[in-house]
């Protein structure tokens, strides 16, 4: 499966199971939308996927402190934009 489309599957699995916010969704769907076409693995996209699949609403306040909080996962966002050159949506 491509990379991007990984990205697809678990942004849409995370917002319509673990009430993963529409705006952290938009801009992972923004970033799987520039990612090059046929690449089947991208280590910093992967890591952002497996933080994606551990993407928790109420993480790290358990009590092993497992999971990926909103906070996490949009400095994750940010770098991944910044590396692919995209912007936040509402950014100029």
Same mark, same amino acid.
């Given at each position: 499966?491509? %990379? !991007?489309?990984? &990205? ?10 673990d009430? @993963?916010? *529409? ?7 923004a %970033? !799987?939308?520039? &990612?090059?076409?046929?690449?089947s ?6 890591? @952002?996927? *497996? ?10 306040t ?6 990926v ?6 400095k994750s966002i940010?770098?991944?934009?910044e590396?692919?050159g ?7």
């Amino acid at each position: 499966m491509e %990379i !991007a489309e990984s &990205l697809r599957m678990v942004t849409r699995n995370a917002q319509n199971g673990d009430d @993963l916010p *529409d705006y952290l969704a938009e801009r992972l769907l923004a %970033i !799987a939308d520039q &990612l090059p076409a046929g690449q089947s693995a991208i280590p910093s996209i992967e890591s @952002l996927i *497996d933080q994606v699949k551990q993407y928790d609403t109420y993480g790290q306040t358990g009590y092993l402190g497992m999971g990926v909080n909103h906070t996490i996962l949009e400095k994750s966002i940010a770098r991944a934009e910044e590396a692919l050159g995209v912007k936040p949506q509402g950014v100029l």
